[in-house]
């Protein structure tokens, strides 16, 4: 038996206007998950325990098969492990997103409108060159991210920060951070606005029309991860991970989850989504690999930016170009599918929220249970919950 989990990040959501009153996976023209939906199981998984933050790392963490209440990693920390950082025991890491703040201080973008990996990093690389001490060390991530590790202040890990995301089109003065630390990162991230606003690249991004990146946000701190077993260990069978995203191939890196990666994959609407098709089958055609983890950012990231459409059309894209080739696939051979997303993006908020989230698993073994389509309102009519979302990998494997 082969196993492949689709992770469509942020993809569920609310009902929208712009949908005639229907959520995203409700508008969505998905003849493949649909397909799943009848000939499988669609219930709601709940990937965020109540008390923990609605966010990918705890989502995904679950996904994974692990209990994220067991296993309370900063984002800071996951994304750090994703970049090979080691963190010492007096460190903290967090990540860093550049941004776009109007001159009336309202976030008009948390991620510089998405900007390029070229772009982002060599702003990064600014950063460090005119802020790094025996304090602060920043790191380059993808995009707009960035890992800023910060010694001799566990103060940190007793800090509330407000991540970026959750400001859009507000005042970020409404956010203010609070605890030990916060001024200790406020006076780096007015430092860095300094830099930003002397940046050579914000010029030439600036004379080619592009946003400029005018401030800096540091979120989500995390230490030095405890061991998490290991995923063999725990689940007596292999597992790859394909994302272009740190954070889950920082949780690969802490599971001992084999890392793929493949052109053009990447954390935003600019996804070569037929290559990440094309990538799950070499994943699942290789002797060791026994659970494909397919993960999407797409869908979160225009549910960030408001994008009813952009978000729509990629459900639509990762219904088309890969849950069809891991079905075509699965023709004549043993797999099970496993698709879901990990947590409501819903786009009027622009934010996670904890909701359950609907999903479909399908495959050899597992019998129908009355649903037609994978959305909000099938997967509740069936009245199949899984409460620890973590528990969903034991059912696939089972």
Same mark, same amino acid.
Not at 45 to 61: D, F, H, K
Not at 373 to 382: C, D, I, K, M, V
């Given at each position: 038996?082969?196993?492949?989990?689709?992770?469509?990040?942020?993809?569920?959501?609310?009902?929208?206007?712009?949908?005639?009153?229907?959520?995203?996976?409700? &508008?969505?023209?998905?003849?493949?998950?649909?397909?799943?939906?009848?000939?499988?199981?669609?219930?709601?998984?709940?990937?965020?325990?109540?008390?923990?933050?609605?966010?990918?790392?705890?989502?995904?963490?679950?996904?994974?098969?692990?209990?994220?209440?067991?296993?309370?990693?900063?984002?800071?920390?996951?994304?750090?492990?994703?970049?090979?950082?080691?963190?010492?025991?007096?460190?903290?890491?967090?990540?860093?997103?550049?941004?776009?703040?109007?001159?009336?201080?309202?976030?008009?973008?948390?991620?510089?409108?998405?900007?390029?990996?070229?772009?982002?990093?060599?702003?990064?690389?600014?950063?460090?060159?005119?802020?790094?001490?025996?304090?602060?060390?920043?790191?380059?991530?993808?995009?707009?991210?960035?890992?800023?590790?910060?010694?001799?202040?566990?103060?940190?890990?007793?800090?509330?920060?407000?991540?970026?995301?959750?400001?859009?089109?507000?005042?970020?003065?409404?956010?203010?951070?609070?605890?030990?630390?916060?001024?200790?990162?406020?006076?780096?991230? &007015?430092?860095?606005?300094?830099?930003?606003?002397?940046?050579?690249?914000?010029?030439?991004?600036?004379?080619?029309?592009?946003?400029?990146?005018?401030?800096?946000?540091?979120?989500?701190?995390?230490?030095?991860?405890?061991?998490?077993?290991?995923?063999?260990?725990?689940?007596?069978?292999?597992?790859?991970?394909?994302?272009?995203?740190?954070?889950?191939?920082?949780?690969?890196?802490?599971?001992?989850?084999?890392?793929?990666?493949?052109?053009?994959?990447?954390?935003?609407?600019?996804?070569?989504?037929?290559?990440?098709?094309?990538?799950?089958?070499?994943?699942?055609?290789?002797?060791?690999?026994?659970?494909?983890?397919?993960?999407?950012?797409?869908?979160?990231?225009?549910?960030?930016?408001?994008?009813?459409?952009?978000?729509?059309?990629?459900?639509?894209?990762?219904?088309?170009?890969?849950?069809?080739?891991?079905?075509?696939?699965?023709?004549?051979?043993?797999?099970?599918?496993?698709?879901?997303?990990?947590?409501?993006?819903?786009?009027?908020?622009?934010?996670?929220?904890?909701?359950?989230?609907?999903?479909?698993?399908?495959?050899?073994?597992?019998?129908?249970?009355?649903?037609?389509?994978?959305?909000?309102?099938?997967?509740?009519?069936?009245?199949?919950?899984?409460?620890?979302?973590?528990?969903?990998?034991?059912?696939?494997?089972?």
């Amino acid at each position: 038996m082969k196993y492949a989990i689709c992770i469509m990040d942020g993809a569920s959501g609310e009902p929208l206007a712009a949908h005639g009153g229907r959520t995203t996976l409700e &508008a969505a023209y998905t003849p493949h998950l649909d397909a799943l939906a009848s000939a499988g199981q669609v219930g709601l998984a709940r990937n965020v325990p109540e008390g923990l933050e609605p966010s990918s790392n705890v989502a995904c963490t679950s996904i994974c098969g692990y209990d994220p209440a067991r296993y309370p990693i900063g984002r800071g920390a996951l994304e750090g492990a994703a970049l090979g950082i080691k963190l010492a025991d007096d460190e903290v890491a967090l990540r860093l997103n550049l941004t776009h703040v109007s001159p009336e201080g309202v976030m008009v973008s948390y991620s510089t409108d998405n900007i390029s990996g070229e772009d982002g990093h060599a702003l990064l690389d600014e950063l460090a060159a005119a802020l790094d001490d025996d304090t602060f060390t920043l790191h380059a991530g993808t995009g707009f991210r960035g890992i800023l590790v910060v010694k001799g202040h566990p103060g940190l890990m007793d800090t509330t920060f407000a991540a970026a995301h959750n400001m859009t089109d507000e005042l970020v003065d409404d956010y203010p951070s609070s605890g030990p630390a916060a001024g200790l990162v406020a006076a780096y991230c &007015a430092r860095a606005r300094e830099v930003l606003a002397a940046s050579p690249t914000n010029a030439r991004r600036e004379a080619a029309g592009k946003m400029r990146s005018t401030d800096v946000f540091a979120f989500w701190p995390g230490q030095r991860p405890a061991g998490m077993e290991p995923f063999r260990q725990l689940y007596g069978v292999s597992a790859g991970m394909m994302s272009g995203v740190d954070l889950l191939n920082g949780i690969a890196q802490l599971s001992s989850i084999r890392t793929w990666h493949f052109e053009g994959v990447t954390d935003g609407p600019d996804n070569d989504y037929a290559a990440q098709g094309e990538g799950a089958l070499r994943m699942l055609e290789d002797e060791a690999c026994d659970v494909a983890i397919i993960h999407v950012e797409a869908p979160d990231a225009e549910g960030h930016d408001g994008n009813a459409v952009g978000k729509k059309a990629a459900v639509e894209a990762i219904d088309r170009e890969i849950l069809s080739r891991l079905r075509a696939w699965g023709e004549g051979r043993r797999l099970r599918i496993l698709a879901l997303p990990d947590h409501p993006t819903p786009v009027a908020t622009k934010r996670h929220t904890r909701e359950p989230v609907p999903f479909v698993l399908a495959g050899p073994g597992i019998s129908p249970n009355g649903a037609a389509r994978l959305t909000e309102g099938e997967a509740a009519a069936t009245g199949l919950v899984v409460e620890e979302g973590f528990r969903l990998m034991s059912h696939l494997l089972q």
